[in-house]
């Protein structure tokens, strides 16, 4: 990756928690609980599943950063859906921590030296893994689970016949 092509994402990636809020807009609040047939979250169960993963991905950069060549911890989604009860969870608050999580590690990671991003760490699901590559994971989660609540409301306003 380029250093200019980089700088683009990083923006990107600074821009999320906007972008994950207007997209989130346009579901109905009421409709956030509805459980698809074909789809394991509801939108509620993965605003609280974004935020959890922004704060592994907060630790996972500053382990880039600080402990290069370390491994980090990998974590059952599913599992942590279930055991932390995401549907008791406040999607405000989540949506909150997100902010704070992505903004804060914008502003760590905006002005890194070129050197940094060659860093790496180990995860034991997706092996050695480089600093780009977890940019490119975190720039494309959000967008990805609010284009699947996309499709949970498409699935809900067909259920319930709404034009």
Same mark, same amino acid.
């Given at each position: ?5 980089? =700088?683009?994402?990083?923006?990107? $990636? ?12 346009? *579901? ?10 074909? !789809? ?11 935020? !959890?993963?922004?704060?592994?991905? *907060?630790?996972?950069?500053?382990? *880039? ?16 859906? /279930? =055991?932390?009860? $995401?549907?008791?969870?406040?999607? !405000?608050?989540?949506?909150?921590? *997100? ?43 959000? /967008? ?20």
């Amino acid at each position: 990756m380029t250093a200019e092509e980089r =700088a683009q994402k990083i923006e990107d $990636y600074g821009k999320a928690h906007e972008e994950m809020v207007a997209g989130l807009a346009k *579901f109905p609040r009421e409709m956030w609980g509805y459980r698809s047939a074909v !789809d394991p979250w509801t939108i509620h169960e993965l605003v609280v599943h974004i935020t !959890d993963s922004e704060a592994n991905s *907060f630790v996972r950069c500053r382990k *880039f950063i600080a402990e290069p060549g370390s491994t980090v911890a990998a974590y059952d989604e599913h599992t942590w859906a /279930r =055991a932390l009860n $995401y549907s008791e969870q406040s999607p !405000d608050d989540a949506i909150e921590l *997100f902010r704070w999580l992505r903004g804060n590690t914008y502003k760590l990671i905006k002005d890194l030296p070129e050197a940094t991003w060659a860093n790496t760490i180990y995860h034991p699901q997706n092996g050695t893994m480089t600093m780009d590559e977890w940019l490119d994971i975190y720039v494309a989660h959000p /967008r990805d689970h609010v284009e699947q609540a996309g499709r949970i409301y498409e699935e809900w306003r067909e259920q319930n016949m709404i034009k």
